[in-house]
């Protein structure tokens, strides 16, 4: 009687090739995680400066309508626009807010009083990263004196707004235009 040899368990070979197909699966799979986790970071990045820019615009422009007087003035009577780096607003209670962009820190300020506290950073006002830079507040005036219309125009460096231990790559610049008029000129008073 001849005894059959039975085998159990696998060979080396099955073995080792059973490890591989593993590795390249596992590999494949934490690359994806990666590919997951990093347009997860930034999308996230990205809608967190926009939101912060897009805050701000509004509380200006909110500010803007409840406003009673405005800052800086026209150089006379004749002139009509305004170009600057602030803006300062009187509201009805007669407290005064700056919103100053402060060019050597790029960032926007928020002055009240003798406080001041910074709103936003990466404030370049340079479109495209290079050139001149564009003026954070126009205001428009009627007879030297009277606000008719303000423009909020922000533009940031997305990577100064969203700097975090994650960041890896750069974020898109961004532009944050906004415009309002005061009340009293929307309900023509």
Known sequence: MVKSLRRRGFSLVEVLIALAIS?????????????????????????SANVSGRLIVERLQMMIRGGVEFLPLPNGPNSNSVDSDSISIQSADGSWTTVRWDAPTSTIR????????????????????????????????????????????????????????LDQ??????RFVGSAMPRRVAWGE
């Open 110 to 165: 928020w002055e009240q009083g003798a406080n001041s506290w910074p709103m936003l950073e990466g404030v370049t006002q340079l479109l495209g990263g290079a050139g001149l830079p564009v003026s954070p507040f126009r205001m428009r005036f009627r007879d030297g004196r009277w606000l008719t219309h303000a423009t909020i125009d922000l533009v940031v460096d997305g990577n100064d707004v969203t700097s975090t231990d």
């Open 23 to 47: 590795v390249v699966l596992l590999l494949a799979t934490m690359m994806a995680l990666r590919s997951s986790f990093e347009t997860y970071r930034r999308s996230a990045e990205s809608v």
């Open 169 to 174: 790559e750069d974020v898109p610049e961004m």
